[in-house]
């Protein structure tokens, strides 16, 4: 199982409207977005976010063992 300890199993989702720290699993090799985003934070990006206001989001990709291989970040913008 050594390659396991290079593939991202799981995500820790450090965002920036709450101090919680989530941890999400693959989909299959993959995170889904709406995993990502819990659903209050999708209702503040919906309802409460103006115009160009962004969101600066970070992932922390996680082996199987649930120790950090890489660091992700993305931004949500309101258009």
Do not use: W
């Not at 693959?26 to 209050?40: G, P, R, V």
């Amino acid at each position: 199982m050594a390659g396991a300890r290079y593939q991202a199993t799981y995500a820790y989702v450090l965002s920036p409207l709450t101090d919680e720290i989530r941890l999400v699993l693959s989909n299959h090799a993959c995170f889904l977005f709406k995993n990502i985003l819990a659903e209050s934070e999708m209702a503040h990006v919906q309802q409460s976010m103006r115009q160009g206001e962004t969101l600066r989001y970070a992932l922390i990709l996680c082996n199987v063992y649930k120790r950090g291989i890489q660091k992700v970040e993305f931004t949500i913008k309101k258009k």
